[in-house]
């Protein structure tokens, strides 16, 4: 099953991941929940206990997320963020207690576009830290991660 072997590769990635490369993992085990929660709501309705785990992974994935982010530093970004993470979070709960795979259909395209954006930016950011510093400070004036704690 290609879940089971993502689900392996993430659990092995893990403990060798930088800080931000933490986030974009967080999102592939969201994806990874999301889709299998999906697809269970759609041909295997009858499988309620497989349907709440994979729900309850996908729960867990958006609390690790609101919980990564930094207030202080993230300022109305990590705000914005949080009431973003907060949203999915309800509606995977939701989604969870009506068994209606509308809720997760609709969720999974922002999983993957802000999945996408965080790897991109998790780019830019390690390609500034190999710019010199004085470089990096005149080019941007903080870090690219400051919403993440």
Known sequence: ??????????????????????????????????????????NERDDIQGIHRALLRAQRACSLLMGSLDMEIGGELSKNLFRVYEFWHHELVMANMQKDPTRVERLLPYFTEYRKTWAQAVSEFKSMKNVPQTAQSSAQGGSTFAAVS
Do not use: R
């Open 1 to 42: 099953m290609k879940g089971s072997a993502d689900q392996k590769y993430l659990e092995t990635s893990i403990a060798t991941a930088s800080k931000e490369d933490l986030i974009v993992k967080i999102f592939d085990a969201l994806l990874i929940a999301a889709k299998q929660a999906h697809e269970k709501l759609l």
